[in-house]
């Protein structure tokens, strides 16, 4: 089993910059590539950004590419995702997920995580 928790969501202006933190227990995330998603109010659940268990690939969905930047901690159990330029459009509640390590398959579809987080809220004002 694997608990996630994760925190750094809040209001911020557009053009602002967030870091959202992902605390893993449990088990060592070392067993495990990570995600980020993203649901908006109306929207179904996205895919932002996800990173091999070793961080050395990391993917994103084209609307944040050059602005969100997924990194992982191995030794802290952490991943994050620093969040510069915010956008209104990127308003939405923040979900950090796992899924067991296969070979060097990352997944980017949320049926393949298994583990998920409550998720964390992030507000950007115009």
């Known amino acids: 089993q694997v608990q996630l928790v994760e925190s750094g969501g809040g209001l911020v202006q557009a053009g602002d910059s967030l870091r959202l933190s992902c605390a893993a227990s449990?088990?060592?995330?070392?067993?495990?590539?990570m995600a980020w998603f993203r649901q908006a109010p109306g929207k179904e659940r996205e895919f932002v950004a996800a990173?091999?268990?070793?961080?050395?690939?990391?993917y994103y969905t084209g609307a944040v590419e050059g602005r969100f930047t997924i990194s992982r901690d191995n030794a802290k159990n952490t991943v994050y995702l620093q969040m510069n330029s915010l956008k209104p459009e990127d308003a939405a509640v923040y979900y950090c997920?796992?899924?067991?390590?296969?070979?060097?398959?990352?997944?980017?579809?949320?049926?393949?995580?298994?583990?998920w987080g409550q998720g964390t809220q992030v507000s950007v004002s115009s």
């Open positions: 997920a796992a899924a067991a390590v296969y070979r060097d398959y990352v997944p980017r579809l949320e049926g393949e995580y298994y583990y």
């Open positions: 449990g088990r060592t995330l070392r067993s495990f590539h």
């Open positions: 990173i091999s268990w070793s961080g050395r690939n990391t």
